[in-house]
Nanobody, 124 residues
């Protein structure tokens, strides 16, 4: 069964840090691009960061650029999202999603597999 599972969410104070993990089972992420998304209370789902193949690189939304870092560990079949200097507006449910990688773009138009989400809450 092909699944993505997010982990690492939790409660953190303003200015703190968290690292989220997205681990795939039932398939390998070697040939997949992965996107991180979040949905804040009362807001639309927002694409935060994407990682493609070794050729297409990474991408970040302006709201998180300089604070979040996406990375890949193929040996662990896992994508990470390192988050520092967290703000209250970063609060939301964070999802990872995977689709076959593009040769040209880090972000995909659509993703086939989605995780269940992990809650990130930043307190003031």
């Amino acid at each position: 069964q092909r699944q993505l599972v997010e982990s690492g969410g939790g409660l953190v104070e303003n200015g703190g840090s968290l690292t989220l993990a997205c681990t795939a089972s039932g398939f390998t992420l070697d040939y997949y691009g992965v996107g991180w998304f979040r949905q804040a209370p009362g807001a639309d789902r927002e694409r935060i960061s994407c990682i493609g193949s070794s050729l297409s690189g990474t991408s970040y939304a302006d709201s998180v650029k300089g604070r979040f870092t996406i990375s890949r560990d193929n040996a662990k079949n896992t994508i990470y999202l390192q988050m520092i200097d967290l703000k209250t507006e970063d609060t939301g449910i964070y999802y990872c999603a995977a689709g076959l990688a593009s040769l040209a773009y880090s972000c995909l138009d659509s993703y086939e597999f989605w995780g269940q989400g992990t809650q990130v809450t930043v307190s003031s």
